[in-house]
């Protein structure tokens, strides 16, 4: 069983910044690719970005030139870099990990919230 543990939310202002942190159990080099998610209250989860295990990285429209994914394969660890946060920001954001076989592996979340 793989654990991913976000780490970096917490209440910010408007044009603030962040970076969540996810941790993986294991070499994140066994995931094809690795992503965060978020859900809002009464939305559904989506995509806001990716990244392959050779660095490519994609984004949801929402935010790209604000949001940057990132990864250290010797920490194992993948990040995402928050910057000119919006109210509309606010969500719980989630930590995914596909490896090439069995999968997908959640984390359990971590709370940003975007607020003045």
């Known amino acids: 069983q793989v654990q991913l543990v976000e780490s970096g939310g917490g209440l910010v202002q408007p044009g603030g910044s962040l970076q969540l942190s996810c941790a993986a159990s294991?070499?994140?080099?066994?995931?094809?690719?690795m992503a965060w998610y978020r859900q809002a209250p009464g939305k559904q989860r989506e995509l806001v970005a990716a990244?392959?295990?050779?660095?490519?990285?994609n984004y949801a429209d929402s935010v790209k030139g604000r949001f940057t994914i990132s990864r250290d394969n010797a920490k194992n660890t993948v990040y995402l870099q928050i910057n000119s946060l919006k109210p509309e920001d606010t969500a719980v954001y989630y930590c995914n990990a596909n490896p090439y076989y069995g999968g997908p592996y959640w984390g359990q979340g971590t709370q940003v919230t975007v607020s003045s």
């Open positions: 294991r070499s994140i080099l066994t995931f094809y690719n």
């Open positions: 990244i392959s295990n050779g660095g490519s990285a």
